[in-house]
């Protein structure tokens, strides 16, 4: 099997196993109306905050940095699923920051206590918030846009790289991510748009056209550059992939980098259509 089936198939693998969870959620949602909206969701992204975790640990560990273990996967998967329980409460981060220090007192005390602390907050940041602003879509604008967003998201890097690969010739930015063209960027661009417009009329969402270019364009802009800051820690830590845990995509920071960074801007323009 060659290495482009085996990307097919155990992508549509993984598309039919998030599918059968966003169905189980929303039955939740219907079924259940006392258990808290986007649960399902929530259990998923608290999972993948841990393994992403422990992937952002391991390149800041190889880029000559520290992450402390205990408090930065706790931080992580705790923020993620804080949209669950209501809007994220600044107390609830502060907290988290309060145990990155205390455990850093306890193990370490001061040795190397900006490094760690540092690379600490980097990891639960990047993970843990971004994890939270996905599943903020879930529960603040429902399952609808969420798949909405997720299919702009994903379809961006599918359009970005097939263009990329047949046509593209002007690199993006070379040093930092040699695969990347402009070429393959509007080709990202045209997909999302495309996809964003039938997602709309799919699902049923009743945007405007106005207002599904602006989400499109968002989410292809966001995702790709979300995609160019998990490069940069890659080649920061002179590593090919994040992980080796999803066979032949690498590892599931690899999967979710796009997503990760592009529900935040996603939820603003969200926020400002409405």
Known sequence: MGKMT??????ALLIAAL????VLDTWLGKTRPDLPVGLAVACLLALLALAAFVEVRAMINKSGGAVLGISGLLGSMAIAVLPLFGKPELVSVALVVLLVFIEQMIRF???GAVARLGGTILAIGYV???MAMILSIRTGYGMGMLVFFVAAVKFTDIGAYFTGTMIGRHKLIPWLSPGKSWEGLAGGLVAAVAVSFAMNAVLGLALGAGAVAAL???AAIAGQFGDLCESLLKRSAGVKDSGSLVPEFGGVLDMIDSPLLAAGPVLAMLSLLA
Request: proline share 0%; hydrophobic share 45%; no cysteine.
């Open 6 to 11: 085996k990307r097919i198939v155990f992508g």
């Open 19 to 22: 599918s059968a969870l966003l």
């Open 216 to 218: 499109a364009v968002t």
């Open 128 to 130: 843990g918030v971004g």
């Open 109 to 111: 005390r001061k040795e």
